[in-house]
């Protein structure tokens, strides 16, 4: 399984950034799909998952509201649109996946070390 993901960039606070991840390689139609965010000296986590079995999602309580994950499937990529963003929200995001039946709300609460794909990570920077 491959992911790379794009689109992270400097923006002011209140602005926003859309978030890419094409994605090949998957065996299954059942995955859990999603963006984990690390910021310095913090752990890495889930923030915006999906489920590709029946599209449900998850959110962090932080970027709830604010954030929209979407996947399309025919095109093999992912999504997050980032609204409203804030100095809080900087970090390097990355796009991770698991080939599994699982919840949208357990893959984004896993421990980072138990995800099995990862794409390269890209930097978001939040200015105040």
């Known amino acids: 399984v491959q992911l790379q993901a794009s689109g992270g960039g400097l923006v002011q606070a209140g602005g926003s950034l859309r978030l890419s991840c094409a994605h090949s390689?998957?065996?299954?139609?059942?995955?859990?799909i999603g963006w984990f965010r690390q910021a310095p000296g913090k752990e890495r986590e889930g923030i915006a998952c999906?489920?590709?079995?029946?599209?449900?999602?998850f959110y962090e309580d932080s970027v709830k509201g604010r954030f929209t994950i979407s996947s399309d499937n025919a095109k093999n990529t992912m999504s997050l649109q980032m609204n409203s963003l804030k100095p809080e929200d900087s970090a390097v995001y990355y796009c991770?996946?698991?080939?599994?039946?699982?919840?949208?709300?357990?893959?984004?609460?896993?421990?980072?070390?138990?995800?099995?794909?990862w794409g390269k990570g890209t930097q978001v920077t939040v200015s105040s």
């Open positions: 991770a996946a698991e080939e599994v039946i699982i919840r949208a709300r357990a893959f984004c609460q896993r421990s980072a070390s138990t995800v099995d794909f």
């Open positions: 390689g998957f065996t299954y139609d059942d995955r859990a």
């Open positions: 999906i489920s590709n079995r029946d599209d449900n999602t």
